[in-house]
């Protein structure tokens, strides 16, 4: 009788372990919620696949076919180029402006500073017409070396969120790394990934979402 009810007492533990397991793994998404000032760094994306999910948790990809996620290896390793090095001071460390100084480009700078677009699940730029916008803000910056740019990346509405906020990351830090490749002080360039939030259009069709597609920059021109 004692080793029947031990036996009952094991294996009713060993199922609320289980089910302890399970709600982890399955609730690992929701845990990374975004938000409009989330900075949502290469730190941030390694912490995220460093976190324990299992393969596959969280990327069943909306109905649109021409949709696919990214696979697990793809999140993990395709981040920002690692051999550009990083800025050395933090946004509003060190003479460099804060976040709310710096704005959308206007009059010749939006002329300079325009978006870049990007295909379904994509983060490079091979388009020449993007790959030559690149050059001419390459240029202007390292003319203006007080000239300060966040490249924001984003996505359109469709996956996951926090598949959106790591491919919104790698965009972002794509157009950076080309940019310091051009010669641009890596100092003057920083990053964030706002995913799917704040898109510029609105609807739900793909029009809109090639353009939501976008990095994005903004600047702090100190002329």
Same mark, same amino acid.
């Given at each position: 009788? +004692? ?32 938000? /409009? ?7 941030? *994306? ?8 299992? +393969? @596959? $948790? ?7 076919? =021409?949709? !696919? %996620?990214?696979?697990?290896? $793809? ?5 920002? $180029?690692?051999? !550009? ?13 804060? *976040?709310?100084?710096?704005?959308? %480009? ?9 978006? !870049?677009?990007?295909?379904? $699940?994509?983060?490079?730029? +091979? ?10 803000? /390459? ?12 490249? =924001? ?5 469709? @996956?996951?969120? &926090? ?19 051009? @010669? ?16 510029? &259009?609105?609807?739900?069709? %793909? ?17």
């Amino acid at each position: 009788m +004692k080793k029947s009810i031990v036996r009952v007492c094991f294996w009713s533990l060993c199922a609320l372990l289980a089910t302890g397991c399970q709600k982890k793994s399955g609730n690992i998404w929701d845990d990374n919620q975004t938000g /409009a000032q989330y900075k949502y760094s290469e730190q941030n *994306a390694s912490a995220l696949w460093n976190s324990g999910a299992n +393969k @596959g $948790d969280g990327l069943a990809g909306p109905l649109d076919e =021409e949709f !696919v %996620p990214l696979n697990e290896e $793809d999140l993990k390793t395709q981040f920002a $180029d690692r051999s !550009v090095p990083q800025p050395s001071r933090e946004l509003g460390e060190g003479g460099v402006p804060k *976040a709310e100084q710096f704005d959308n %480009p206007k009059g010749e700078l939006a002329s300079i500073f325009r978006p !870049v677009f990007f295909n379904t $699940d994509e983060h490079t730029v +091979k388009n020449k017409e993007y790959l030559d916008s690149i050059r001419r803000i /390459a240029s202007y910056m390292k003319a203006h070396p007080n000239t300060y740019v966040i490249i =924001e990346g984003y996505c359109d509405e469709r @996956g996951p969120e &926090a598949y959106n906020l790591s491919l919104g990351t790698r965009r972002a830090g794509f157009v950076r790394s080309l940019l310091v490749k051009e @010669g641009v002080n890596p100092d003057q360039l920083h990053t964030i990934s706002y995913g799917k939030e704040k898109p510029f &259009a609105l609807g739900h069709d %793909p029009d809109s979402w090639s353009q939501n597609r976008r990095a994005h920059f903004r600047v702090h021109d100190k002329r």
